[in-house]
Structures are given as structure tokens and as C-alpha cells.
């Protein structure tokens, strides 16, 4: 499993950003895809996840209305869409995959945000900085 994240950067309060995640070495389908960022001396957080199955999705209540999460099969890749950035968005951005085997993402990730320990494939990471 890869997982290959770009479309980080440095950008002012209320600006955007579109992150990307692409993915290979496995199938895919049937995979939920994770957007995770860690804050200087903060634990990783969840922002939101995505069914490739059924394009089921979960928002962390701090980036709802704000960001949004999509993916595209035929290019296996997944896209956090950020807009009205917050200086408290700042942070490295990980993708992170997890077979789902048929169930959905709401059935096995009951407590997302907090689900890094659950996404066992992960990227090596973008950098968001959003200047205030």
C-alpha cells in the first residue's frame, strides 16, 4: 500500500486549499480513506473519511461546512477540498487507508475523529500553514 499526499502549502485566514491523496498497491475499492493532520505537540486528529464503496462520509465537527472530502476510483485518488482556512488548521495532513470488507465506515469507525490506531496504511504527510 502507497498512499502519496500533495497540494499542501502556505496560505492566508480564509484562503483555500485542495489536498490530494493518491493511492496504490492494492484494489482500492472497498477501502476507507482517512485525511488525519497533527498540530506541533498534539495528537493526530481525524478531519474526515470516505468510502471508496459507497462514498459514505464523516466530518470532524471543526472542519464541518468548511471542508469536503470526494474521491475519484478511476484515478484512485482522494481529495479534501479546504476552504475558509483557520491559523488552527495549520498542521502536517496524512492520508490513511483501511480495508473495510464490506462494512461501512460509520460501523467501523464509531468514534472518528479519534482513529489514527485504526487506519493501518498511512502517507508520509503534507504541510498546511495558514497565516492569520
Known amino acids: 500500500v502507497q498512499l502519496v499526499e500533495s497540494g499542501g502549502g502556505l496560505v492566508q485566514a480564509g484562503g483555500s486549499l485542495r489536498l490530494s491523496c493518491a493511492a496504490s498497491g492494492f484494489t482500492f475499492d472497498d477501502y476507507a480513506i482517512g485525511w488525519f493532520r497533527q498540530a506541533p505537540g498534539k495528537e493526530h486528529e481525524g478531519v474526515s473519511c470516505?468510502?471508496?464503496?459507497?462514498?459514505?462520509?464523516i466530518y470532524a465537527d471543526s472542519v464541518k461546512g468548511r471542508f469536503t472530502i470526494s474521491v475519484d476510483n478511476a484515478k484512485r485518488t482522494v481529495y479534501l477540498q479546504m476552504n475558509s482556512l483557520k491559523s488552527e488548521d495549520t498542521a502536517v495532513y496524512y492520508c490513511a487507508a483501511e480495508a473495510l470488507e464490506g462494512d461501512t465506515i460509520a460501523t467501523i469507525f464509531p468514534h472518528f475523529p479519534q482513529a489514527w490506531s485504526d487506519f493501518g496504511s498511512r502517507g508520509q504527510g503534507t504541510q498546511v500553514t495558514v497565516s492569520s
Open positions: 470516505i468510502s471508496s464503496s459507497d462514498s459514505s462520509t
